[in-house]
């Protein structure tokens, strides 16, 4: 099964349900599964209830044990603002690079350099059009685009 709360991935059947915040034990019902909605399902509505049915099939309650609550950012499964922060700024991916850059003996004001240099983040005049910038985004010299590979490579 799916790692996605049901809420999110049966939207739809979410917003139809009459008391959204009952608990799993209100709707298991007589060994099997029973949800008061709104109002009647249409066919579309039907079909995702069936859907939502069969993703249900596949998991086992079991009435000793307790829900816990599971960060998905981190190894250990726990909440750390080191993994927010990471999932923030690297959009999830760890950069073995930028801890280099970061550790690295060298003044701060080269790490920042180096950092905004690896993310494209330098402000070329490709990078400063994309702000609403009305300049020019070619090279003044060559007339190539000016972006950092053209600057510090060719």
Known sequence: MQEVPLKILYTDLYRLVR????????????????????????????????????????????????????????????????????????????????GFIWKSRVPLKIKFFLWQLLNNKLQVAVNLVKRGWKGSPLCCLCGCSENIDHIFFK
């Open 19 to 98: 008391n959204p915040n009952c608990f799993v034990n209100e709707c298991w019902v007589d060994d099997t599964w029973w949800v008061d909605f709104k109002r009647s399902l249409s066919v579309y509505d039907h079909e995702r209830w069936l859907g939502l049915l069969h993703t249900l099939n596949d998991c086992a309650l079991t009435d000793n044990k307790a829900d816990c609550v599971q960060w998905a950012l981190d190894k250990k499964k726990q909440f750390t603002t080191k993994s927010l922060y990471r999932f923030l700024t690297d959009r999830g991916i760890c950069s073995r690079v930028a």
